[in-house]
């Protein structure tokens, strides 16, 4: 059975960092990403990491934003600097295996205050 478990969540200021990290369990996950969802609003995308490597990043976060991924751990992480208010959001980790499951975290929020 599939368990993700996030962790590093928080309250930050305006400018500051966090570090989101999701460790899976099961199989092992083809595409490892982050979405987020702010009230009233639809989950989107934030970053996806494939096993290889290769990384995709909403426009919105690009040059902020780090995604990578420990193989050997099943574990992803998100860095997150330069945060800003529109970051505030609960973050959902999202694991894929190669046959197309998809696995949800139970989400972690992220303040981000002015």
């Known amino acids: 059975q599939v368990q993700l478990v996030e962790s590093g969540g928080g309250l930050v200021q305006t400018g500051g960092s966090l570090r989101l990290s999701c460790a899976a369990s099961g199989s092992p996950f083809h595409i490892m990403g982050w979405y987020r969802q702010a009230p009233g609003k639809q989950r989107e995308s934030v970053a996806i990491?494939?096993?290889?490597?290769?990384?995709n990043y909403a426009d919105s976060v690009k040059g902020r934003f780090t995604i990578s991924r420990d193989n050997a751990k099943n574990t992803v992480y998100l860095q997150m600097n330069s945060l800003k208010p529109e970051d505030t959001a609960v973050y959902y980790c999202n694991v894929k295996t190669i046959w197309s499951e998809t696995y949800w975290g139970q989400g972690t929020q992220v303040t981000v205050s002015s």
């Open positions: 990491i494939s096993s290889g490597g290769s990384t």
